[in-house]
């Protein structure tokens, strides 16, 4: 199994306090993304990194940021929770393959309650 | 831009019955790459196959099967003789160049016993 770790696992939070979710990698693989997963959506890209200190947004940004200091680290950040933002956050790493033929490994998740 | 569309949102068969996932995609590129993951109950993302844009051959693996035809834009996934274990929710996804993967909504397959 990719060494993907999230943390938390799970978490309940109040509408309008920032939350940090952590990814951390031990396969040294140059990229991280966040997904969120929700019912009727399937999975969304939020943000992805393909170096360190070099994140890009992607699909549903609005209200996230990231950051990654280190290549075995990314973080995502929602800095005032909403309870749209109720969801299962999912991590995932992929190396540089010609092309992009590299398959994405993902993390067990973060299943995030905004209350 | 990129776009993949599985049109099926829940599928229900019983034991033992052969069933298909479609998949449809979108792509400018002639370069790609298609992939399948499967989340079962537990909740993790298992990879199960990928597809390069210039290799058309279909592919076999046990029970699973893949057909990619790029005249219909489609890559399609067969489980033969399904069992109570291949009940999951499964993904296609598209890769163009080193972007990150898009998604499908996913395919909810319940395999009753």
């Known amino acids: ?115 | 831009a990129q776009k993949v569309t599985q049109a099926q949102t829940e599928i229900s068969v019983v034991e033992k019955e052969d069933v298909t996932l479609d998949c449809v995609y979108e792509t400018r590129d002639t370069t790609y790459y298609l992939f399948w993951y499967k989340q079962p109950p537990s909740g993790e993302l298992v990879f199960l196959i990928r597809r390069n844009s210039f290799d058309e051959q279909n592919e076999i693996s046990g029970r699973y099967s893949w057909n990619f035809q790029k005249s219909t834009s489609s890559f399609n996934f067969t489980i033969t003789a399904s069992q109570v274990v291949d009940s999951a929710v499964y993904f296609c996804a598209l890769r163009e160049g080193n972007t990150p993967l898009v998604f499908g909504k996913g395919t909810r397959l319940s395999v009753i016993a």
């Not at chain 1, 990719?2 to 938390?8: E, F, L, M, V, Y």
């Not at chain 1, 399937?42 to 947004?57: F, M, N, P, Q, W």
């Not at chain 1, 290549?71 to 992009?100: H, R």
């Open chain 1, 1 to 115: 199994d990719a060494g993907i770790t999230q943390s938390p696992r799970h978490k309940v939070t109040e509408t309008g306090t920032p939350v940090t979710l952590r990814c951390h990698q031990t396969e040294n693989h140059r990229y991280m993304y966040w997904y969120r997963q929700d019912p009727g959506h399937g999975l969304r890209l939020i943000h992805y990194s393909y170096g360190v200190k070099d994140t890009d947004k992607g699909e549903v940004s609005d209200g996230y940021s990231v950051s990654r200091s280190k290549t075995e680290d990314f973080l995502l950040t929602l800095e005032s929770a909403t309870s749209s933002q109720t969801s299962v956050y999912f991590c995932a790493i992929s190396e540089s393959a010609p092309e992009g033929s590299a398959e994405a490994f993902f993390g067990q998740g973060t299943r995030l309650t905004v209350v």
